[in-house]
């Protein structure tokens, strides 16, 4: 019997049988559900409502991970440390039941500033046992049109910075407090409101906690914390064991800094010992003028989703004992660990190529479970538009496909694994803002990589605007850098955003984000691209080509380049 | 004389009420054939079909076409610009983590959906006229290369305005005059148009297979001399003429589930409980439904096989913990119960039909709360020595003994039923003390209890015949039709004409409907409206009464909304303009409610208790066995007692206590603290 599984029986969660374990952590996970569910259907803003994104989660006392309800991957391996950081300025026995910690400033643990998280204690007999918690990504706390600044050349031009602090929002928000905060977002009805659901959501959280303890004592709900802790923690070891020793490395690029095309490097080195792995980013480029820094808490929690993504199953519990085996090392000044005051909005694709490069290096380590780079690239557009009735905004996140893994084609246009979002339906999107419709929402044919399992397809969605005149933003990347194939898979392709004028004349905009402002007939098209392919091309098998070519995801041209086939007798 | 026969994975149940008394009849399902169980159970009716003046169905034959994939050809006709609808989706994930994920493949290959040139805005106005000649020529290539036998248009924003809709059907039609038709507009016409496509699509798909379905079975009972009304059960939990369901398919796939929580309703009416809490256990699922008043609520969506259906139905919960719940470990060496199921092939380790693993029905043989020799009244023994077997290896891993081990199983499955019911009652703002829970299906009286217990339930129903609660769904179900419109409107006074005028739209349509079905029985509508706050995306239905010429109207209805709110959410916001977005109308017709007989069986010879031991809170404890026959109205017995029926056993716990009241329903409630 290995090391872990001893201290595991040793440990003070062996108090425990495994029966009132289940019982208890099924309650838990239920709790972060519940918080997930009072969240998303009392928030105002489509980010929140349609889009999703947002995480819930429970802590133990000392503000590690406990439990989680299936969100956003990005955000929920790191709310631990935003906590860690308000609990150094507000020390947790100094905390009252209705006090919240908010924050979101990426120099204390935060992604963007957009992402306002709020943590709240569970005080049980006078003490602070534990804490839940939520992020969510907010419409607008001003900076450029939904916080967004593809020229910031620091935080304070992305928005407004809140370090950690503590209020009590039944007190606060109507005063001074909230009124600085509302004064500073153009929609300051959907943030009240979507702040309103985030302490909702928390305040269910600590019913639902209290009433565990009540039922089943603090020591076991405690005991039943850590065991969840000590199981995801032994499973993750007995996963890095199938990984055999070495050091293997990976590396991808970043388009741009926002201003030029000088392409930025993503390093990384693993070391796999026996049950432990080393994620070491030293050799990625220095921090970025623009806004595609990655602060620490995303660049650590993209390292670990690869881990846990490519090594460990898809339903195994996550929580702070599954990263226990994984150390991170992000050399501070570079991009992904910026010196303050670095820009950092656009954190997802810079997160996303430190995560490719992870799922690169360990591929090789164990090529059956190996997959092919996604676009792994979110290609948002804001759209803002001033009228009688203050800032209309809206925010639409646009994504690419995925990369073939082992016997799977890659999915179309979908979330990328480090996210897990949606798009807002284009009859919502027009019913809450008059001033555009969405002029096509489809696939890209041909835009996965060729494979035995090809890469998802990219997609396409273009607006036309409706009214005089509408402020857009925009951020994006891979208009440059493809994403790679793996095991003999070619590469996926890349995206790219075009503005078509009401003259007809288009012109495809710079790879990393732009701020333009369009008239009436003017259109917006957003094209993603398609995920790399895994396996020879040559394997395909060629009732799949045909039948992708019946369907008209790919043409005859691609199929006899990459299949050498025309796909025989298809219309 | 009223008949219901439903269609069950394992059995076909048929309940005939009439002047004489209740008869029930239970035979195999055959799955292939489904009509063929039907005129099986009818072969052994002791009366003739024809003397009937009602019949109603429920079955699977739409949810068993959809989970096999085995719907019509479908084509569909969606917006220029948005022929990937159906692929796109929602673009999110069901899973995290997943680097294979893979999306649920559409109903509709990517190559049969043709984009009409047109376009509708948000508020239905026109912004490009729709292409008739382009329209027509794509959908004759396609009718000349496929041949579909149904076809779904969803066009955007037709929720608002069905013209385009209308013509797309007209110009297909008049190509094809046998197509089948659906049009969002008239399926379901809400926004969201993934959602929308979805289930009009769905519909499309289903509607050739219910179509020939119900024909045939429809064809054979006039053979028979059947010359009463024939009639369906819907998701909504009210049934309604075979010929209108063959259109809205649609509406059936739930309907199994639905008749269960109707018929128990009934139960829970005849016996006094208005407010229950319906818990539905059989072999590989738990179907649990919160019940108001004796009205359980509507939901209008959920995601069946992961794709969303719109479509009204009753609230019903479903998770994955049946007796064949199967104990596991997994990876990590975390104990888990379900969902995986060991069903009925090779089913639970005591059937004796080679399986090993262990199911809670094992554990409960092995806790002494199934007697092997009593399981279904005798009709099928059970091997202890296999369960205990079985349930040993699961409790060599958790380090118990293999009672010890059963236990803790079965608390696992209870405690994942706990999770269900919170999640419909207190998440919700209500609470489960108010309630009783009644339980039915094969094992749902034996976990019941215990539910109760954890969640502070006030007392436990078990109807007489708890294996044929769906099939007396049936027989007592009201005829009843859903509609709605789909409106954004701010809830000020300019707007209150507007909105009454669109429950007038609503109560036309319904009347006229009302006119051509012409059901017995007087007719009652009901209204709802979906209200939220400017800028939220999820609505709160309340109910209204939009003619019963109030003034303050509008001020109670925002006021209702605000409280709504506060009781779901935890917080209001009065100061906030407040929306409508869809409004809905309901039309129902009570069935004349059959005097159910209190006492079916020819009374059975009182049975001696039985005394044994079963394994309860850590050691074994005394417990009486009784039969259910032997008790009348009025008996009681103390727990820990089982009392053992043909189709399903009752746990009596230690500290609870059971009586028959005078509908010869058990009631189970707490007699300690």
Redesign the interface.
Known sequence: MNRRVDALRAGPAAKMDLVTFQIINGALIAATRAMAAILRRSARSTIIRETQDFSTAVFDATGRLAAQSEAIPLHLNSLGYSLSFCLKDYPAETLEADDILIVNDPYYGGQHLPDIQVFSPIVFRGSVVGFVGNLAHHTDLSGGIGSMNPTATDVFQEGMRIPPLKIKPARDLDAAPGRLLMANSRQPDTLRADLDAQIASNRTGQVRVLELIEKYGLDNLMASIAMAQDFSELEMRKAIREVPNGVYTGEDFLDGDGFDTEPLCIRVTVRVSDEEIEIDYTGTDPQARGYVNSPLASTVSAAGTAVRALLGHPDMLTNDGTFRPVRVHVPLGCLLNPRYPAPVRLRMNSAGRAYGAVLQALGKAVPARAAACGFDTTTTVNFGYFGERGYTIFMEPMRGGMGGASGMDGADAISQLLSNSANTPVEVAESDNAFLITREYSLRPDSGGAGEFQGGLGGVREYEITVERVEALFSSDRAIHRPWGSTGGGEGTIGRVVVIRNNGEAKQLPPNGAALTLHRGDRLRVETGGGGGFGDPNRRSPETVKRDLAAGRITKQFAQQWYGSGGGKAP | MRIGIEIGGTFTDLVALSEQGLQVVKVSSTPSEPDRGVFDALDRLSHVVGGADTLVHGSTVATNALLERKGGRTALVTTR?????L??Q????S?????????TTPLV???WVIEANE?L??AGAV?DQLDDAALETDLRRLFD?VEPESLAVCL??A?QNPVHERRVRDIALALRPALKVSLSSEIMPE?????RASTTVMNAYLAPVVDSYLGRLQAQLDQRGFRGRFYVMQSNGGMLPADRSRQHAVRTLVSGPAAGVTGAISAAVASGFRNVITLDMGGTSTDICLVNDATAQIITGKLIDRLPVLAPMLDITAIGAGGGSIAWF???????VGPRSAGAQPGPACYGRGGTEATLTDACVVMGLIRPQRFLGGAMPLDRDAATRAVAAVGHR???GAEAAAE??F??AC??ML?AT??VSI?RGYDPRDYAIVAYGGAGPLHAAVLAAEIGARAVLVPTHPGVTSAMGLVIADFRLDYVRSR?LTLVPENVEAICGLFSDLRSEAEADLKTMAPDGAASFDYSVDLR??????ELSLDVQPFSGSGDFLANLVARFHEL?RI????A?PA?TVRAINYRARLRVPQPQANVPQDVKSAGVKGATEWGEIFWGGGRIRCAYVSRESMGPGDTIAGAALIEDHSATTLVPPGWSARVDARSALIIERTST
């Open positions: 610009g948005f022929r990937d609808i692929e796109l929602r673009e999110l994930k899973r995290n983590y997943d680097l294979s994920y893979a999306r290959p990517r190559e376009r805005n948000a912004v290369t955007l924003h929720y926004y969201r148009e993934y959602e997994d990876t990590a060496g975390m104990f888990h958790l380090g118990f803790g199983m608390r696992v405690a994942n999770q919170r999640q998440e954004v706050y400017v800028g939220q995306g999820y709110h779901r959410f935890g917080h916001n906030q």
